[in-house]
T-cell receptor
């Protein structure tokens, strides 16, 4: 089945540690996105990528890093520089500049203790 | 940053009634796409409806329709004959045609009362 897979669903890390969230898609989409969602709030764009080996900062990129070495994969690293990393993280993909909507993964709930 | 604004944090509607959720946005582009997404308690994002900015006709999907006012940069969602399953957080989103950036509003929590 085609879709977007985020893993793991729940992730716990100690404060000060870097952690990488996985996002894989088999939809052959060019564009991929990472969003952060805090309780009762909207989705804030962290990073997005239009094509392999290219990515742009979103609205809240500080403390995060990404890579796009393969079309299918867009991992997000939450670094120790991120002051409030505990949140729900959503990955999405879309064909690209065309009109179709974005498809979302199931999300990863990151808790830093 | 060019923004998407939903001014209603919470809305409620009686089952079988109609409700309208508001959204305004900011853009310097003439061509773009607008979406309404639904996020139920499972947190899975589900596309409700989409609108291409170059189309004047308002999009409709069964009980869901939009009122797209391009000059006013307004994009409201109307839900007719509301059902208990419509209860969810609803997000308005704008996608640029140049660059693929997809920006969401803050969301409106919709409650459907039986």
């Amino acid at each position: 089945d085609g879709g977007i897979t985020q893993s793991p669903k729940y992730l716990f890390r100690k404060e000060g540690q870097n952690v990488t969230l996985s996002c894989e898609q088999n939809l052959n989409h060019d564009a991929m996105y990472w969003y952060r969602q805090d309780p009762g709030q909207g989705l804030r764009l962290i990073y997005y990528s239009q094509i392999v080996n290219d990515f742009q900062k979103g609205d809240i990129a500080e403390g995060y890093s990404v890579s796009r070495e393969k079309k299918e994969s867009f991992p997000l690293t939450v670094t120790s520089a991120q002051k409030n990393p505990t949140a729900f993280y959503l990955c999405a993909s879309s064909i690209g500049v065309e009109s179709t909507e974005a498809f979302f993964g199931q999300g990863t709930r990151l808790t830093v203790v | 940053a060019q923004t998407v604004t939903q001014s209603q944090p919470e809305m409620s509607v009686q089952e079988a009634e109609t409700v309208t959720l508001s959204c305004t946005y900011d853009t310097s582009e003439s061509d773009y796409y607008l979406f309404w997404y639904k996020q139920p308690p499972s947190r899975q994002m589900i596309l409700v409806i989409r609108q291409e900015a170059y189309k004047q006709q308002n999009a409709t999907e069964n009980r869901f329709s939009v009122n797209f006012q391009k000059a006013a940069k307004s994009f409201s969602l109307k839900i007719s004959d509301s059902q208990l399953g419509d209860a969810a957080m609803y997000f308005c989103a704008r996608k640029e045609t140049s660059g693929s950036r997809l920006t969401f509003g803050e969301g409106t929590q919709l409650t459907v009362n039986p």
